[in-house]
C-alpha cells in the first residue's frame, strides 16, 4: 500500500510502498476513502509538543473509509461498513474517565497518527474502541473534517456551556474554526469570527457569523468589547497572542477555552485579580468522545452544518502541509484515495 511516512523530525514525508498491516485483536483493517490533514499532524511531523511521536510513523486522525476485515474478536458484521477512525484511536475501557463518558482523558490511551500509524494510506487499523461508523447521509469526503476538526469543535462549544444570546468569539477561521462557528450558532450563540486572512473572515461571514474581526488591521480586544464583549471565547489559532487577545475580550463570567496548541509548550499568564473576581473560567478542551462525533455526524446528516474541504492526492501531502502553514487553505485540505 501507499502512505505517506515521516522518517525524521522536520523532514518532508516520504511516500513509501509498505505491506498492508494485519488486523490484531479488537482491530479492523479499513480501506481508506479520504483522510484529512489536521494540524496535529504537521505538529507530528515535526515533533513540536513536550510527548512525541517515533518516527518512522505514518500520520493522519481524520481517517475515513470501509472495512476490509477485522481481527480476532471483533463481530464480522462490521466488514464493508464505513467508519471514521479519530485522534482517540484505543482507550482502555475501564479507568475512571472511560467509565464516565472521558475517554478523552485515558490514561492509556492510543492516539491515531501519533503513538499508532495513522490515516496518510491507503490502508489503517482501528480498534473498535475508538472508530465510529459513518451513518448514510453523511459522505465520506464530509465525514472526513468532522473527524477531528468537528468533534473537537464541538466538544470545545459543548464544555463552555454556550446558552441562547451569549457571545461566543472564535480565534482562528480555518478546519476548526468553520465548524466552531456553525456549532455555536446552533445551540443559539451570537458569533464573533477572528482571524488575520480576508478569505478566512468571507468564508465566516458565509457561514452566518455575527461579527467578523480582522485581527491584522483592528485590535480584537477593543472590536469585541465595542460589541458587548464575549462570554466564551475559543482559541483555535496557535498564536499565543490570540489566547491572550481571546482572555481579554471576555466579559464576567466568561469561559476562554483552549483548543489550539502552540509550539514549544508556551504558557498563557492569566491575572489572578480579574480573574478571580470576574469568575472568569480557562477550560481545556481536547477533541470529543465516540458519543460526541456520533452526534456530529448525526447533526451534519440532518442537514445542520456545511463541510469546507478541498481535494488533494497523497503525493502532494508535503505541498499541503505548506498550504495549511502559510495560510492559504481556507478550511480543510483532504487527501482522497
Ligand atoms: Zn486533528
Ligand atoms: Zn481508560
Redesign the pocket.
Known amino acids: 500500500m501507499k502512505a505517506a511516512v515521516v522518517t525524521d523530525f522536520g523532514k518532508p514525508l516520504e511516500i513509501q510502498d509498505l505491506t498492508v498491516p494485519v488486523p490484531g485483536s479488537g482491530e479492523v483493517l479499513v480501506r481508506m476513502e479520504a483522510s484529512g490533514i489536521c494540524h496535529t499532524d504537521i505538529h507530528a511531523a515535526h515533533g513540536d509538543w513536550p510527548v512525541k511521536p517515533r518516527p518512522p510513523f505514518i500520520p493522519g486522525h481524520e481517517g475515513v473509509g470501509l472495512v476490509q476485515s477485522a481481527g480476532p474478536g471483533v463481530s464480522q458484521d462490521l466488514i464493508g461498513k464505513r467508519v471514521a477512525i479519530p485522534w482517540l484511536g484505543k482507550?482502555?475501557?475501564?479507568?475512571?474517565?472511560?467509565?464516565s463518558g472521558w475517554?478523552t482523558?485515558?490514561?492509556?490511551?492510543q492516539n491515531t497518527g501519533y503513538s499508532v500509524d495513522g490515516c496518510y494510506a491507503e490502508y489503517a487499523i482501528g480498534h473498535v474502541s475508538g472508530i465510529v461508523e459513518v451513518p448514510e447521509g453523511v459522505p465520506p469526503f464530509d465525514a472526513v473534517p468532522l473527524t477531528c476538526a468537528g468533534v473537537t469543535t464541538y466538544k470545545a462549544i459543548k464544555v463552555a456551556r454556550v446558552q441562547p444570546a451569549e457571545r461566543v468569539a472564535v480565534f482562528g477561521v480555518g478546519g476548526l474554526g468553520h465548524l466552531a462557528l456553525q456549532y455555536a450558532r446552533l445551540v443559539g450563540g451570537l458569533v464573533a469570527a477572528v482571524d488575520l486572512e480576508p478569505d478566512k473572515l468571507g468564508l465566516a461571514h458565509r457561514l452566518g457569523a455575527d461579527q467578523i474581526v480582522n485581527a491584522r488591521t483592528h485590535d480584537p480586544v477593543e472590536e469585541l468589547k465595542s460589541a458587548g464583549g464575549v462570554d466564551v471565547a475559543v482559541v483555535l489559532a496557535a498564536a499565543p497572542k490570540a489566547f491572550e487577545q481571546a482572555y481579554r475580550s471576555l466579559n464576567p463570567g466568561g469561559r476562554l477555552v483552549l483548543v489550539a496548541m502552540p509550539a514549544d509548550d508556551a504558557a498563557l499568564s492569566v491575572p489572578i485579580f480579574e480573574t478571580t473576581v470576574g469568575g472568569i473560567s480557562v477550560i481545556g478542551s481536547i477533541v470529543g468522545t465516540r458519543q460526541d462525533l456520533a452526534e456530529v455526524f448525526a447533526l451534519h446528516a440532518a442537514g445542520r452544518t456545511q463541510v469546507i474541504a478541498e481535494s488533494r492526492r497523497l503525493e502532494q501531502v508535503n505541498e499541503a502541509f505548506d498550504e495549511v502553514l502559510g495560510g492559504r487553505a481556507e478550511a480543510r485540505l483532504v487527501i482522497e484515495f
Open positions: 482507550s482502555c475501557g475501564n479507568c475512571r474517565y472511560c467509565v475517554a482523558l485515558c490514561p492509556q490511551q
